[in-house]
Each structure stands twice: as structure tokens, then as C-alpha cells.
């Protein structure tokens, strides 16, 4: 690891083949999950496994459609990315690109052919938005996350900026305050021509 590494723990991560080992670090501000990319997608053939020039075939979406609990730490990883970058200096617009509007760009959902899609605070934009209280700190409590499989790489972590409420597409999905979610309305979202790795 060098200096602009932090790992916050080592876990083990249950996939598709059983519990293997996995860091979770964040460098330079990205949060990551390292771990075998065949743990990820049991690929039959050659022609599943993602390349640059490659979209995920079928194959692959269903296996990510069928994953475990989902994406053990996304419910904790823009307080985690904001504390590793609180203690780096950095300014809370360097942390919405890495967790918004690098993404968004990256899957190829931002805004294009004068839409403003996902990523940004636009008009005609998507109303994906988070009331985010930056100096909150908070103990992170696995058992008390709202994904379905209680485990965090974060568990017992210390974590400044917390999330009180979350909107997709303008309807509050998530609120500190009670239990507003109901039944999840999200569905998978797919640019054009599939996901480019």
C-alpha cells in the first residue's frame, strides 16, 4: 500500500463459489472490494468475460442480477469516501464526482445528445439526490444497514457524513428518520449498446 491507500478491512466476501478473502480500501478516494474477477462472474466460456472492447454478455447480467445480498458497504460508501477524503483534504465536489458523475459517465448514463440523465443536478435530469449532513459522524452497526445480508466491511468503523434522506427519480427511497422505503421501484438500468468495461 502506498501513502494515498487505506484499507479499511480485510473480509471475507460470499459469492456464487463461497466465501473468499477480499480487501476493501479505498485509494485515492475509490472505494474497492479487490477480489478475483472469476468470483465475481463464473464465466462458462471465454465470451463471457468482459474486455474493453466487450459488452457483459447475457450470461453475465443474470449472474449479476442473482448476486448475494448486493454490494456489501454501497449504503456506507459515500460517508467512507468522504472520511478517507476529510482526511486527505479534499473538498466534498471532488467526492460527488467520484460518486456520481464518474460513474454515471463510466456506465454511459450520463447526459448526452442534450440530456441530462444520471450524475448531475440539471434540468431534465433525473432526481437522484441525497440530503447529506458532511460533519455527521456515526458508528457503523452492521446489523442496523438496510440491505438484506448484515455484514459491512465497515462494521464498528467510524464514519464521518451521513445520508439522512435519498430520492430516486424524485421519490424518497430512504429516510434516517423512518421507514420510507417500501417496496423497491429501481430497475436495472442499460445504456445503449450494454455496460463497456
Partial sequence: MTDPDLVIRSERVLTAQGFIPAAVCVTNGVITAILPIDAVIDAPSKTDVATPDQAPTATALRKVRLAWGGISGLQVSLAAV???GLARGLGLEQ???WMSAAPARFVGLAGHDGLAGKGAIAVGADADLV??????EFLVDAE?????NKV????GALLVGRVHTTWLAGREV???YDDVAGRPTGALLMPEGGIRF
Fill in 131 to 136: 440530503a447529506f449532513a458532511p460533519a455527521e
Fill in 95 to 97: 467526492v460527488v464526482e
Fill in 144 to 148: 442496523s444497514l438496510r440491505h438484506k
Fill in 152 to 155: 459491512s466491511a465497515f462494521d
Fill in 82 to 84: 468522504w472520511s478517507a
Fill in 174 to 176: 430512504f429516510s434516517v
